[in-house]
């Protein structure tokens, strides 16, 4: 069952600031995020692990909520580069551990305005 | 630094005929994903591939849909008597080891379209 996201779109003006959601039914080992420009490949973001690690990109922050089994991601002083549609994708706990399968969600369109 | 390659970038096929998409993953890379993203849709998860191994196919249609990473060479997914469902963006991502801590690159995608 893949992941829910929200919003589905948000819309910004440069320089404002967006969350966005990701929520799972299962118990999750890691977070992945990424964004895909039309046309594009999806870019890597960052990884959220189970117990707090998280690895990526400097601009960006991210929470993972254990408990809840929800992610967000916080882009903060949004730039022109930011547009696209943004993707979580989970890895299931397997006893511990998970080789890479993700799930993904169905993407958020964020669009910013100068 | 290379980085995941994919070809071909575009690829138009009749009804009927076959697509074979390849994929080199990043260097010192040695696991594969294939993924599937129809217009306007997500990615879906199709194959996981160590060299000459598959590892999980879950995603794969039972019919039609193969994928092999021998031990030379790129990753290949193919697809044989194409439909025109099957018209989608096909993405591999690699990654150094197999394990959901580590991050994935995707390659810039086949785009099929089936006429």
């Known amino acids: 069952q893949q992941p829910v996201q929200s919003p589905q779109a948000v819309i910004l003006r440069e320089g404002e600031d967006a969350v966005i959601n990701c929520s799972s039914s299962?118990?999750?080992?890691?977070v992945h995020w990424y964004r895909q420009k039309h046309g594009e490949a999806p870019v890597f973001l960052m990884i959220l692990l189970k117990g707090g690690e998280q690895k990526g990109h400097e601009k960006i922050s991210a929470s993972f909520n254990e408990k809840k089994q929800q992610s967000s991601l916080y882009l903060t002083a949004s730039q022109l580069s930011y547009s696209g549609t943004y993707f979580c994708?989970?890895?299931?706990?397997?006893?511990?551990?998970?080789?890479?399968?993700?799930?993904f969600g169905q993407g958020t369109i964020l669009t910013v305005h100068p | 630094n290379a980085g995941v390659m994919q070809n071909p970038r575009h690829l138009v096929r009749r009804r009927g005929q076959e697509a074979r998409l390849r994929c080199s993953p990043m260097?010192?890379?040695?696991?594969v994903y294939w993924y599937r993203q129809l217009p306007e849709e997500g990615l879906k998860f199709m194959v996981y591939l160590q060299k000459e191994n598959i590892i999980d196919e879950s995603g794969m249609p039972k019919e039609r849909f193969s994928a092999e990473f021998p031990k030379e060479g790129p990753s290949i997914l193919r697809i044989q008597q194409v439909v025109r469902g099957d018209s989608a963006a096909y993405f591999c991502a690699s990654s150094g080891l197999a394990d959901s801590s580590y991050e994935q690159y995707f390659g810039p995608g086949t785009r099929l379209t089936v006429t």
């Open positions: 994708g989970t890895a299931v706990n397997a006893g511990g551990t998970s080789y890479g399968k993700l799930t």
């Open positions: 260097k010192g890379h040695s696991h």
């Open positions: 299962k118990a999750l080992y890691s």
